[in-house]
């Protein structure tokens, strides 16, 4: 009995939480038991949570539009992917306007936009190199990615995802 009294103690003094979501919130399109009253009970105690996402495929509206066809939700302002993660981490790295050579989904198209970077399609004109999940990869977009990266161009990716399969 003392250690369960322990741990809700601790879990009194939880402040913040962070959820990732695929496998936390649902598997494929079905909602895990509990999400909604879960949220819920976090709002009523006035904690303050985010959903977080190695998935750079969706933007923060098309994963809360997804939670609502489950039945889950989530206002946009609690979601983060690593699209947005990237384009805010690399408006913190770079001068605004850089140029950008991107591989990815709209959503990264969109979340590098937002923070004012250029984006390219000549290798040779580009700064930064981001490489994301994408759909549509071909050679064309590979070797582009790969002469800016070589014209000196800095890499980043969103994420390294050794276990990926399609969400």
């Known amino acids: ?3 369960t009294l322990n741990k809700l ?3 009194r003094k939880v402040r913040a939480v962070l959820l990732d979501m695929d496998g936390v919130l649902y598997v494929g399109d079905q909602p895990l038991p509990g999400v909604q009253e879960l949220l819920a009970y976090l709002d009523a105690t ?3 949570w985010l ?5 750079s495929s969706r933007t923060s509206q098309t994963f809360s539009d ?3 066809a489950m039945g889950i939700t989530v206002d946009p302002v609690h979601i983060l992917g690593s699209a947005e993660a990237t384009a805010n981490w690399l408006a913190e790295q770079s001068p605004n306007g850089a140029k950008v050579i991107m591989m990815g989904e709209a959503s990264l ?6 923070k004012g970077f250029e984006l390219v399609d000549d290798p040779f004109e580009a700064q930064i ?15 582009r990615l790969t002469l800016a990266i070589r014209n000196g161009a800095r ?7 050794a276990t990926w399969w399609r969400c």
């Open 46 to 48: 006035g904690r303050k």
């Open 155 to 161: 890499f980043v990716a969103t994420n390294p995802d």
């Open 129 to 143: 190199a981001v490489a994301s999940i994408y759909y549509a990869l071909n050679y064309d977009v590979l070797t």
């Open 66 to 68: 997804k939670l609502a």
């Open 9 to 11: 103690e601790t879990l």
């Open 109 to 114: 198209r969109g979340a590098l936009q937002a």
């Open 51 to 55: 959903c977080v996402t190695n998935n």
């Open 1 to 3: 009995m003392t250690s």
